[in-house]
């Protein structure tokens, strides 16, 4: 109960107080331009490898984080990121070390969000309740938990909610506009739409169809939408923040941390410097898109 | 005082609207998949209205899989043992050879019904891959069947057949290459496929409405068995008892009977080489509750909620997972679930081939055991009933192979 009257009054009395993934995406706002939210698999493919990538990201043009959160039964991935998790559990990843991940991260950045995405059943075995107070306390910003759709999501939302964590909802392509309300409804930070009917990593939606499904969802939210699922080059990249607010890219960061990997799967002196170029590379292309867009009216190019 | 009117006092009513079994079942899947299962759902509960389909269905079950299939009474296990008369359910007389079939002729049917012109399944043991490309021979559809890589290997023949009756067989080589890597790279085919592919999955699992579907369309199993009882026996069996991986078979021979308090339902878990050796597959016995494959049930899984491998010498039983209506009915103590270990089942598998004339699939030899652990102790008046749920033409090279002898 007193608990209960403190946040009452707390909430009343205060201004409320953005959030990073508010804060940031009003910055960009302002700047006029999209995000990039590049990906990493905690713990791929070694604690201190994925660490430094993590580090490196921000100064690499990072907008907001995207942490994987490594599961044995990833279905909703191609095999770029099933390999990844593989590694990253070999390495000993577990929730409770993705989490003491983004509080070393957090010690040093207080500003870019971070994001953490994963599969429900390792959050149940950590107890959500626990998850979410572990996650917010480590500076975790929201939430993508992939196989908990909106009919599920009464199991994590009131905890995440206590703990201002984000819940961010994916939109598919199979996703009508009749359902579309009822899978925003609880949305919170940004909605992340899946551009292709696949896993991770295998194909990648035409300008034409990103065009088509952006405003079919900007009808129903105010919410920032970030493009992910296929987006691999810094062209794909731009394309995606001129149709949408922010592009993630995953399976192509991946394939250049995997093939920089040894015989033995281990990192080399340059894997973390290689991931960081295409880091930049995709980040200069997302700044200067919708500079780009203005300029040529008709759009970024469709080939 | 106005009292709403009582609920009918049954344990068949579930799953509910979200498709949950108590705290077990309903629908885990990314959106992608989400208005297909909703889509499904809608599907399904048309076509179960609909005295056309089910007649439809009917016609193929009678004609093309052969039912009813027989009770039997197993005649000399039952005086070796000395205790209780023994009655097998026929499963294994079905054509392809296991229960598998009454839920893939339903859900071809269903497919077919809903436009669907692309078929693709899971396989362990394979019985499931074979029943599948047999009704998409029989319907002329494509089938893909995904089948761990090492499945492939232990169940050749099945693989075979699969070939012969057309379908495409993918190895999944992924994690430990058994049955619940099949299923992942399943899912990830449907989400890649989702106009016109129909996953026709195989056992009670999978997000709503899989589970109640596929009991529905094995219920024949106990439905057949009761009323064969009756006339056999003019009265109820004891005891039932069938295997469970994921639980199709037994769900399905359970299901009639569960408002049957007499009746005691005994689910066999395949507990591998020792319920404690960590290589085992009883997810009841040894399994939190958690969520995969679009259910939430008993799962094997380490602290991390990772799924860890199961091991069985039986494919079919080599799954981390089961059904969410037997977790539920373990919850409530409507029926117990128990282990068998690898070799108890071979003995029982031998056992079974030169006393019946019959050779059980593998799974099935894991139900056998336990009926000659608990046979010998009941009186001779009392009745124990079996789902023979699969030959085991398919597991004589995995057999031979821990006899030591050579094929």
């Known amino acids: 109960m007193v608990l209960l009257f403190k946040k009452e009054r707390l909430s009343f009395f205060l201004l409320p107080v953005m959030n990073r993934i508010e804060a940031k995406f009003a910055a960009l706002k302002r700047e006029g331009r999209g995000a990039l939210i590049p990906f990493l698999e905690a713990y791929d493919p070694d604690p201190a490898t994925s660490m430094a990538i993590l580090q490196g990201m921000p100064g690499a043009g990072a907008d907001l984080i995207e942490i994987g959160m490594p599961f044995s039964d990833p279905m909703a991935d191609g095999p770029t990121i099933q390999a990844a998790g593989r590694r990253a559990l070999l390495a000993g990843a577990s929730v409770g070390h993705t989490l003491e991940m983004v509080r070393e991260f957090r010690a040093e950045d207080d500003a870019t969000p971070v994001v953490l995405m994963g599969y429900l059943n390792p959050i149940l075995a950590y107890d959500p309740a626990r998850f979410c107070l572990d996650a917010a306390a480590s500076g975790v910003d929201g939430l993508i938990v992939v196989d908990l759709p909106t009919e599920e999501a009464a199991l994590l939302a009131g905890s995440a909610a206590a703990h201002e964590l984000d819940i961010i909802r994916l939109v598919a392509p199979t996703t009508d506009d009749s359902r579309l309300p009822q899978v925003l409804l609880g949305c919170s930070g940004f909605v992340y739409y899946v551009s292709i009917t696949g896993v991770t990593g295998t194909r990648t939606a035409s300008v034409g169809e990103l065009a088509a499904a952006i405003p079919r969802i900007r009808a129903v939210t105010d919410l920032p939408i970030a493009v992910g699922f296929g987006v691999r080059t810094p062209e794909q990249a731009a394309s995606a923040v001129c149709a949408a607010d922010a592009a993630v890219v995953a399976s192509a960061l991946i394939d250049t941390l995997a093939s920089s990997l040894d015989e033995n799967g281990r990192a080399r002196p340059d894997t973390v410097r290689r991931v960081l170029d295409q880091v930049r590379a995709l980040a200069d292309a997302v700044s200067k898109a919708r500079v780009a867009m203005s300029r040529t009216p008709a759009g970024v190019d469709a080939s | ?407």
Not at chain 2, 168 to 182: C, F, H, I, N
Not at chain 2, 261 to 267: E, T
């Open chain 2, 1 to 407: 005082m106005n009292h709403a009117p009582a609920l009918p006092n049954t344990l068949r009513s579930g799953p509910d609207g979200q498709g949950r079994f108590g705290a077990y079942g309903g629908r885990f899947v990314a959106e992608t998949l989400m208005p297909l299962v909703l889509e499904l759902d809608t599907a399904y509960e048309a076509a179960k209205r609909d005295p056309g389909f089910q007649k439809e269905l009917d016609y193929y079950l009678k004609d093309y899989v052969g039912r009813p299939s027989p009770l039997w009474f197993a005649e000399r296990l039952t005086r070796l043992w000395g205790g209780a008369k023994i009655y097998f359910k026929r499963e294994e007389l079905n054509h392809t050879g296991a229960h598998k079939v009454n839920s893939c002729m339903g859900q071809i049917l269903l497919a077919r019904r809903m436009g669907r012109t692309r078929i693709i399944a899971e396989t362990g043991a394979g019985q499931h891959g074979v029943a599948t490309a047999t009704v998409c021979a029989l319907m002329g559809m494509p089938c893909v069947i995904y089948m761990g890589a090492v499945d492939v290997e232990r169940q050749r023949p099945n693989v075979f057949r699969m070939k012969l009756l057309g379908a495409e067989v993918v190895p999944v080589t992924t994690g430990a290459g058994t049955l619940k890597d099949a299923m992942n790279e399943a899912m990830r085919d449907w989400v890649a496929n989702v106009t016109d592919t129909y996953f026709l999955l195989g056992t009670v699992a999978g997000p709503h409405p899989y589970p109640a579907m596929v009991r529905d369309f094995q219920s024949v199993i106990g439905t057949e068995a009761r009323a064969q009882m009756m006339a056999a026996e003019g009265r109820l069996p004891d005891v039932v008892v069938a295997s469970v991986g994921g639980g199709s078979n037994a769900m399905g021979i359970f299901h009639p009977f569960l408002d049957e308090p007499s009746v005691r339902l005994i689910g066999v878990e395949a507990a591998g080489r020792g319920l404690d050796s960590g290589a085992q597959a009883a997810s009841i016995e040894r399994g939190r509750p958690g969520v995969l494959h679009g259910n939430r049930t008993y799962l094997l899984q380490d602290d991390d909620g990772q799924i860890t491998e199961a091991h069985s010498i039986s494919a079919g039983l080599d799954y981390p997972g089961i059904g969410p209506e037997h977790a539920w009915l373990h919850d409530i103590g409507r029926a117990e679930y128990v282990g068998i270990t690898d070799d108890e089942a071979l003995a029982s598998f031998q056992l079974c081939s030169r006393t019946e004339g019959i050779i059980p699939a593998l799974e099935c030899a894991h139900a056998l055991a336990h009926i000659e652990k608990i046979a010998p102790s009941m009186t001779a008046g009392e009745i124990i009933l079996m789902n023979l749920s699969g030959r085991g033409d398919k597991d004589i090279f995995t057999v031979a192979e821990h006899l030591g002898a050579k094929l």
